[in-house]
């Protein structure tokens, strides 16, 4: 599968609640999914649920040079989802989570990995993620790995991440969650606030 070059954009129709988000990888008739998936050069904005949902097992996947702004989300892998290998580089993402669409999880994530043999995510920007004051949001992460035997994390750059003030939950730059066989994280740039704050 080749997904490529478009640009989604989702707006509130009066009433209408905004749901679902810019690109689904779903089963189809087949429940093992795809064995090879390519998500090049889109531009993504204003879906709740996030800009990139992988939903379904794909034993190759690569997710390269995408815009993902104003989402729930970024770039994430839920439950469902597996991989063989995944690449994730090279992508731009800012105001993820200010719709508050992560606080029915729980959680507002940029890029979140999961249940994966090998992942590299290298090279990528992300901006202003999970700003906002969402009450029963408990974990805010520019990049997040959960189960991926062997993460390869380098390059990135990761600034302004959660909430500015009056949060109880956690925040991380980049978290790395057991089980894992090898992890390498290196030459990231985090940095919590664009700004320094006077804010506890």
């Known amino acids: 599968a080749w997904i490529e070059g478009n640009k989604l954009h989702a707006t509130r129709d009066g009433e209408r609640v905004l749901k679902g988000a810019g690109v689904e990888l779903i089963t189809g008739l087949d429940k093992n999914g795809s064995k090879q998936c390519q998500l090049l050069a889109n531009q993504v904005s204003g879906f709740p649920d996030a800009g990139i949902l992988i939903d379904a097992p794909v034993q190759a996947l690569i997710v390269k040079l995408n815009i993902i702004e104003q989402c729930g989300n970024g770039i994430?892998?839920?439950?469902?989802?597996?991989?063989g290998s995944l690449s994730v580089e090279n992508n731009h993402l800012r105001g993820i989570g200010l719709r508050a669409a992560g606080?029915?999880?729980?959680?507002?994530?940029?890029?979140?990995?999961?249940?994966?043999?090998?992942?590299?995510?290298?090279?990528?920007?992300?901006?202003?993620?999970?700003?906002?004051?969402a009450e029963n949001k408990q974990f805010v992460a520019g990049i997040a790995a959960f189960s991926v035997q062997r993460p390869c994390i380098n390059g990135n750059d990761i600034m302004e991440v959660g909430p500015l003030e009056h949060f109880g939950g956690r925040v991380a730059g980049i978290s790395v969650r057991a089980p894992d066989a090898q992890a390498e994280i290196c030459q990231n740039n985090v940095e919590r606030d664009a700004q320094g704050s006077t804010q506890p």
Request: glycine content about 12%; overall charge negative; proline content about 0%.
């Open 76 to 83: 994430l892998m839920t439950d469902a989802a597996r991989a």
């Open 103 to 133: 606080a029915a999880s729980g959680m507002t994530l940029g890029i979140g990995i999961t249940r994966t043999e090998t992942a590299t995510v290298a090279g990528n920007t992300l901006r202003q993620i999970g700003q906002d004051d």
